[in-house]
């Protein structure tokens, strides 16, 4: 029996289990209220790293590589580096089979010192620098994605081998094109480059691709938007990649032979959000193609996804230090802990939702509707709304913030020149740092005294 059990009043601030959709795999949560993930106490990994840190597991990741994996094959689920790159969460892809999307030569630095194997690289991006783009052509990249027609000379002029391209494709309908979380519109045909599925830039640029002949043209490539979890925009991109594949076919002879339909799937901040149902997509996804292939008489290409959150998002949980607490008479209870909109933009951003418990204590307070804040004083500045967190919060009190591995560390600051949080890897008992914590004088070293001469 746990001490839940024995003592109702404990039970509303100890959750009974920890949300798979939400934790991580090997989340744990003992009956003093403390937190495991990959058999390490959170509270260690804050007295033992400090705060704020971001925590993350790396079965979690390994699992969710593997069910894609599964899903679609291995080479064909295309890791968007955007997501969360650093040299051991790049091994942990690499060891698992998957190809990897980069958009930076900072990326495919970091690629390289693991010696993630060039042919499953893809160079996207629709503005990719020289340097990016030399870098690219060093490593020996596999594949890189044309997003623009100025690409296709510049490309060609610095390439010494024949070169795998795929070309960047717009979707032609707005419908199902939202950000399913925030309910916003994903971002509009007018912002984005690539080539609109029908019309003749299109042929213009198979055209100009074809020309070159270090240029392979091998396929389509297309990104929906973010967040999604309905398969339906998924399924009309298919269906006008192959209505376009034919078309190309037909007038230009081009037999192209891969489509990636990019990521952008559904991972649920909270316990109430819905969740991406993978197995269901890609067969979906496959019937979808296949049939749109007997229809035009091609063969079935090779279908790509590019996944970035949902691989890592869920093996991710940031703690934090509660570092100031306030209790309106309406009940509502305001907390401010020592990260925020510098370690995680998410909210202010993309209104991007989360929920937070509390860590190594039990409370015997009812939880009450509580705002989590940073430390930015920001109105944007809103970690959590509405978490149901003990009322009894206090300066010093540990917070845990699961869903936390995609697009935080990625997108972090130094905003009001606050360090950025070390990254640190659990598993089986053991914990490692990935990404050390930024200290005051990596922040400070750039800047440079004006009264003293180089
Ligand atoms: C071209 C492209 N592919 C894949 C992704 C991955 O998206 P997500 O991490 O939401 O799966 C992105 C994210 O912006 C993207 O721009």
Same mark, same amino acid.
């Given at each position: 029996m746990t001490l839940a059990e024995l003592i109702p009043s404990l039970r509303t601030s100890l959750p009974a289990h920890l949300h798979g959709d939400v934790w991580p795999a090997t989340a744990r949560r003992d009956e003093h209220g403390e937190i495991s993930v990959g058999g390490v106490r959170l509270g260690e990994l804050a007295a033992r790293f400090g705060t704020p840190a971001y925590v993350l597991d790396e079965a979690d990741v390994r699992r969710r590589c593997?069910?894609?994996?599964r899903a679609f094959g291995p080479g064909d689920v295309v890791y968007a580096?955007?997501?969360?790159?650093?040299?051991?969460?790049?091994?942990?892809?690499?060891?698992?089979?998957?190809?990897?999307?980069?958009q930076s030569a900072g990326q495919l630095a970091t690629a390289a010192a693991v010696g993630f194997p060039a042919d499953r690289i893809v160079l996207q991006g629709d503005a990719?620098?020289?340097?990016?783009?030399?870098?690219?052509?060093?490593?020996?990249?596999?594949t890189i994605v044309i997003e623009s027609g100025s690409e296709i000379p510049r490309l060609a002029a610095l390439l010494r081998r024949r070169q795998r391209v795929l070309l960047r494709v717009l979707p032609d309908w707005d419908a199902g094109r939202v950000d399913t979380m925030s309910m916003l519109p994903a971002a509009p045909v007018a912002d984005r480059f690539g080539v609109p599925a029908a019309g003749t830039t299109l042929d213009e640029m198979v055209r100009r691709i074809t020309d070159q002949p270090m240029l392979e043209l091998v396929g389509l490539d297309f990104y929906l938007g973010s967040r999604t979890s309905?398969?339906?925009?998924?399924?009309?991109?298919?269906?006008?990649?192959?209505?376009?594949?034919?078309?190309?076919?037909?007038?230009?002879?081009?037999?192209?032979?891969?489509?990636?339909?990019?990521?952008?799937?559904?991972?649920?901040?909270?316990?109430?959000?819905?969740?991406?149902?993978?197995?269901?997509?890609a067969s979906r996804a496959r019937k979808v193609l296949r049939v749109a292939c007997d229809e035009h008489d091609l063969p079935v290409p090779r279908l790509a996804v590019a996944p970035g959150r949902a691989i890592v998002a869920r093996a991710g949980v940031a703690l934090y230090r509660v570092l100031a607490v306030r209790r309106d008479p309406d009940g509502h209870q305001l907390v401010a802990v020592d990260g925020g909109l510098s370690d995680n933009p998410r909210p202010a951003l993309y209104g991007a939702r989360y929920t937070a418990v509390l860590l190594g204590r039990l409370s015997h307070a009812g939880?009450?509707?509580?705002?989590?804040?940073?430390?930015?004083?920001? $109105?944007?500045?809103? !970690? #959590?709304?509405?978490? @149901? &967190?003990?009322?009894?919060?206090?300066?010093?009190?540990? *917070?845990? =913030?699961?869903?936390?591995?995609?697009?935080?560390?990625?997108?972090? $600051?130094?905003?009001? !020149? #606050?360090?950025?949080? @070390? &990254?640190?890897?659990?598993?089986?008992?053991?914990?490692? *740092?990935? =990404?050390?914590?930024?200290?005051?004088?990596?922040?400070?070293?750039?800047d440079l005294d004006p009264d003293i001469e180089e």
């Open positions: 593997r069910e894609y994996a580096a955007k997501a969360l790159t650093c040299r051991g969460v790049l091994r942990w892809i690499a060891d698992e089979g998957l190809s990897l999307g980069v990719k620098s020289p340097t990016d783009l030399a870098a690219a052509l060093d490593h020996g990249v596999g309905r398969f339906g925009g998924y399924e009309r991109a298919i269906s006008h990649l192959v209505a376009t594949m034919a078309a190309l076919a037909q007038r230009h002879g081009t037999r192209l032979t891969e489509i990636n339909i990019g990521g952008g799937h559904a991972v649920p901040g909270t316990d109430t959000d819905g969740q991406f149902a993978l197995d269901a997509f939880d009450q509707r509580t705002t989590v804040v940073g430390r930015h004083d920001e $109105s944007g500045d809103v !970690l #959590v709304r509405d978490a @149901p &967190l003990p009322g009894d919060l206090r300066p010093g009190d540990l *917070l845990a =913030v699961p869903c936390s591995g995609a697009y935080q560390l990625s997108l972090a $600051s130094n905003y009001n !020149l #606050v360090p950025r949080p @070390p &990254l640190v890897a659990v598993d089986n008992g053991r914990a490692r *740092l990935l =990404v050390r914590a930024e200290t005051l004088n990596d922040v400070l070293a750039r």
